[in-house]
């Protein structure tokens, strides 16, 4: 064989899964990462977990570059656990397996190796899609529940008190307003129990209030 005679093999299938699923997980935290105000270790990071890819068709560098790039964003974790660089231990995980996973050299480790990767990939990528719905999607599907009035402040300020009492005789549950002289509005939320027509009142009723000029629902991730 070549690689007994000192040529080095190609890289495996197994390792260069490893590799690219390690990128994978790493692209979540980065886009996650880089709006925060501390913004280049996660750059850095995304760079460091891309790095062994460039050796797939040098395989003489491939396991130095893996066991690098892991080990560096295992430190990284820990540097900036704070910051949220710990994201990156999965990433750094899938490297270190995939310096070891030649199936060629470890018949045994490899598959071993192989799932624990597997494990930490639908583990990672699972946690991604959870913490996206809970934060983003769930706000984008939800119903909404709060009125929405865009007002002219000098015309609605003085009967604010008044308004409140006779919306929430109608099922509004809270009441309250919010901006500056040159732009306020009123939020009116109700209940999941109030029925479309009482809804309908509700809505009709904020329209008449004074210095009201539209009313609509608000969404929920503006509105809660």
Known sequence: MEFDRGVAAPVHRLQQGLAVAALVVAGPVTAWGLPQPVAGPFFLACLGAAAPLLFLRAPRGFVPACLTAGSLLLVLGVLGVMAGTFLYWPSALLLLSAAF???RRRPFAARAVGGVGAVVTAAALVGCAAYTWHFYGADVWAEPHTYRAETDPGSFRPGALDAQDRL??????????????EDYHLEVRFPDQLSESERARLKSEIATLPGVISVDLCPVSECG
């Open 101 to 103: 996973a030649d199936p």
């Open 168 to 181: 929430k005789r109608l099922g509004a549950t809270e009441v309250w307003g919010a901006g500056s002289d």
